[in-house]
């Protein structure tokens, strides 16, 4: 299954609207799309089209517009645009097709492991044609937005593919209420049009930024072509001993205990193994009683490097950690301040991290806890352990062993995407 995405393709069977209007470079425009639609795409593939689909002012005018598409190869999601005056609602829509055609508005659906959601936009702020009437629009389509978003982690996901008609920021990246909520989720890609002709195709921001991919594909731009929207590989990397020090934990031990233990005596990840149950209460609460501790860590050397290299070509990044909920915050503030994205991480307040590794599509997890690496590898993930005193004993096929993230770094730049 592949993804591809289009927009404003503004059919016009039924109605006289000749997109030539607006340049020759309009002539024959339908047949160019559906030529190559109908060759690029496969029935199994995914087509985002993101508004402004018909010029028809009612459905019955957008019906044969809607055939075209309906017969067109693939499944087709839909946003709607600013033109789209025969859209009805995108319940009633989707009853008068099978599961080939999905009208969105507000709610998400599902392809694999992405949340699809979305929403129509609006002209934001910082353009100059938006006007105080625009506010209370904008607003609304703001909201829709992260009501989509929001049902969708409340349901448990965590990758997610925004589709938008108007562009959500520009290409100065002048923040808007879209933008923050594209920040606050992540979303892998986002997806608009709208924007037509030489003059306006720089309007919005295109490429990547802060780990989402941001593409135009209104019709003209794409000279009448589907933009195939490459799936990214999901890289999935714990905290706590894997970009931090496998034994920062030992001096703040040692001094609780008041003992002097090596790191060549840290041969278990349990704690109570290495200094017995005296604190076993504390250790379980380590997370939210010590929680200076965490603020006080470094970086690995070459951490921040390879994960600015795994992003730059094109690699899902997120931080999966066991760390308490609680100190959530603590955590992304961390993550933050050593020049990484916060919205990745991921707290789950539990080692099992097989559904959140599902749920991710995660390819690669990178660990150093032998209790999750042996729960990965069981459940058929790749796991690169950084390699410690206490997870030396474990082994397996897709089990690759490092020394530093040096080495990681060497993995990735040879890795095929």
């Known amino acids: 299954m592949r993804l591809f995405a289009i927009g404003d393709l503004h059919l016009s069977t039924s109605v006289d609207k000749p997109m030539t209007i607006f340049g020759e470079c309009w002539k024959n425009h339908e047949e160019k799309i559906f ?28 019906e044969q517009d809607l055939d075209k598409i309906y017969k067109s190869k693939g499944t087709k999601f ?16 989707s009853k008068l097709f099978d599961d080939s055609m999905v009208f969105m508005n507000t709610n998400y659906r599902v392809i694999g492991e992405y949340a699809i959601c979305g929403t129509r936009g609006w002209n934001i702020p910082n353009d100059i044609k938006f006007d105080e009437k625009d506010n209370e629009i904008y607003k609304r389509e703001a909201h829709r937005l992260k009501l ?78 589907l933009k195939e929207i490459k799936q990214k590989p999901t890289i999935c990397v714990d905290i706590d001993g894997t970009i931090i020090d496998p034994y920062f934990f030992i001096p703040y031990l040692n001094k609780l205990n ?30 939210t009683i010590f929680t200076y501790v965490y603020e006080e860590a470094k970086l690995l050397p070459n951490v921040l490097e ?15 950690t066991a760390r308490d909920t609680k100190i959530d915050s603590i955590t992304k503030k961390w993550i933050e301040k050593n020049g990484m994205n916060p919205d990745r991480v991921i707290s789950l307040g539990t080692k099992n991290k097989i559904n959140i590794a599902k749920k991710l599509g995660c390819d690669v997890f990178i660990e150093d806890d ?9 459940a058929g993930f790749e796991v690169i352990a950084l390699d410690t005193n206490y997870n030396r ?3 397996g096929e897709r089990l690759t062993r490092v020394s530093n993230w040096a080495e990681i770094m060497g993995i990735f730049e040879s890795k095929e995407l």
Do not use: C
């Not at 920021?169 to 986002?190: A, C």
């Not at 790191?263 to 997370?287: A, H, V």
């Not at 390879?306 to 999966?320: A, D, K, S, W």
């Open 148 to 225: 989509s978003l929001e049902s969708a982690r409340k349901d448990g996901f965590r990758k997610y593919i925004v589709l938008m008609h108007y562009p959500p920021i520009n290409k100065d990246l002048d923040e808007t209420l879209f933008s923050d909520i594209i920040r606050e989720f992540g979303p892998e890609h986002v997806i608009y049009g709208h924007l037509h002709g030489e003059e306006s195709f720089d309007y919005g921001f295109q490429g990547l930024y802060r780990g989402t991919e941001y593409h135009l594909v209104s019709s003209d731009y794409l000279k009448f072509e």
């Open 258 to 287: 008041g003992v002097n233990i090596d790191k060549k005596n840290y041969t278990s990840i349990k704690w109570t193994d290495t200094y017995g149950d005296r604190f076993g209460s504390l250790y379980r609460n380590f997370d």
């Open 370 to 378: 032998p209790g999750n690496i042996e729960q990965l590898l069981s």
């Open 393 to 395: 004993a474990i082994t």
């Open 306 to 320: 390879t994960i600015e290299m795994l992003e730059h070509r094109g690699f899902n990044v997120y931080f999966v």
């Open 35 to 62: 030529s190559n639609w109908n060759r690029v795409v496969e029935d199994e593939d995914i087509v985002f089209v993101v508004g402004d689909i018909s010029w028809a002012s009612s459905l019955k005018e957008a």
């Open 78 to 93: 839909f946003i709607k645009g600013n033109h789209d005056y025969w859209w009805t609602t995108a319940t009633g829509l």
